[in-house]
């Protein structure tokens, strides 16, 4: 049984390094529910070990993109200016609400999964309307943030996101890539990609460490999943300029409102 169990946790790292290798989405927005509602693991549990599992599979996602010129490090650096101090911040509440107990069906673990779904289904929004939101700010161009301003709502943002993403492991791929979309419209998908892999290393690392300081993270279930979203994010990053952009957002779109309704059902 425990065989089996490794061998589809495996395939299911692969399906999801593949994923976030193409499109810098869907590491905690996939990873976590499918944990928690397909395995039946804790919500807490997901989180700790996901956030794990991302810090070291956007790395490898990174190194790729940077090859490739795919990231702007002006963008990541503001970013994790923010959200690497919220994210340590964060960690301190948990530690004082003391999660380490909340098992499957707690109010935490409630309140983890709903967070999760909600913020699934925005993302699932704005692939489905990136073309009209882009389409949209470049014919309000007064709308758009410049200087000093993009700066601080980047910075912001990463506060936000810091947040969000120490919570329930969430955000660092699905909420960022939604926020460079909103903030540089210009910026080619690629770019969108691999900023926010990079800006994701950092903050996964320092996330997961607080998790692991609250003992919410299943050392042999991450090595399972690592074992096929190393292959599956090199092989998505690769191929990131090469599969068609609306057809990447019709999977991903399509496959996130599953796993959201299957997490709330």
Not at 175 to 191: C, H, K, N, Q, T
């Given at each position: 049984m425990a065989f089996h169990l490794d061998y589809v946790y495996i395939i299911s790292g692969l399906a999801v390094g593949l994923l976030v290798g193409l499109t810098g989405v869907g590491g905690g927005s996939l990873m976590t529910p499918l944990l928690t509602a397909v395995f039946g693991i804790p919500a807490t549990t997901a989180v700790g070990t996901d956030l794990a599992f991302a810090a070291i599979t956007k790395g490898a996602g990174?190194?790729?993109h940077r090859i490739q010129k795919n990231?702007?490090?002006r963008i990541v650096g503001l970013m994790a200016a923010g959200s690497l101090p919220a994210s340590v911040l964060t960690t301190l509440v948990l530690h004082h609400l003391d999660i380490r107990g909340a098992g499957a069906h707690s109010p935490m673990d409630t309140f983890i999964r709903w967070s999760i779904a909600i913020c699934v289904l925005l993302t699932v929004g704005v692939l489905l309307f990136k073309a009209r939101i882009v389409n949209w700010l470049n014919n309000n161009p007064h709308y758009q943030a410049t200087g000093k301003s993009l700066s601080f709502y980047t910075f912001a943002a990463g506060v936000v996101i810091g947040t969000l993403v120490t919570i329930?492991?969430?955000g660092a791929g699905a909420i960022g890539a939604m926020v460079l979309i909103f903030l540089y419209p210009d910026l080619r998908s690629s770019e969108i990609a691999g900023s926010d892999?990079?800006?994701a290393v950092p903050l996964t690392a320092v996330a997961a460490v607080g998790h692991f300081s609250l003992g919410t993270l299943d050392f042999s279930l991450l090595g399972a999943l690592l074992l096929g979203?190393?292959?599956g994010i090199t092989i998505g990053s690769y191929l990131s300029r090469a599969v068609p952009e609306r057809f990447l957002r019709g999977v991903l779109a399509t496959t996130l409102t599953a796993v959201a309704a299957k997490?709330?059902?």
């Amino acid at each position: 049984m425990a065989f089996h169990l490794d061998y589809v946790y495996i395939i299911s790292g692969l399906a999801v390094g593949l994923l976030v290798g193409l499109t810098g989405v869907g590491g905690g927005s996939l990873m976590t529910p499918l944990l928690t509602a397909v395995f039946g693991i804790p919500a807490t549990t997901a989180v700790g070990t996901d956030l794990a599992f991302a810090a070291i599979t956007k790395g490898a996602g990174t190194v790729i993109h940077r090859i490739q010129k795919n990231v702007n490090w002006r963008i990541v650096g503001l970013m994790a200016a923010g959200s690497l101090p919220a994210s340590v911040l964060t960690t301190l509440v948990l530690h004082h609400l003391d999660i380490r107990g909340a098992g499957a069906h707690s109010p935490m673990d409630t309140f983890i999964r709903w967070s999760i779904a909600i913020c699934v289904l925005l993302t699932v929004g704005v692939l489905l309307f990136k073309a009209r939101i882009v389409n949209w700010l470049n014919n309000n161009p007064h709308y758009q943030a410049t200087g000093k301003s993009l700066s601080f709502y980047t910075f912001a943002a990463g506060v936000v996101i810091g947040t969000l993403v120490t919570i329930s492991s969430i955000g660092a791929g699905a909420i960022g890539a939604m926020v460079l979309i909103f903030l540089y419209p210009d910026l080619r998908s690629s770019e969108i990609a691999g900023s926010d892999i990079a800006h994701a290393v950092p903050l996964t690392a320092v996330a997961a460490v607080g998790h692991f300081s609250l003992g919410t993270l299943d050392f042999s279930l991450l090595g399972a999943l690592l074992l096929g979203s190393i292959p599956g994010i090199t092989i998505g990053s690769y191929l990131s300029r090469a599969v068609p952009e609306r057809f990447l957002r019709g999977v991903l779109a399509t496959t996130l409102t599953a796993v959201a309704a299957k997490l709330v059902m």
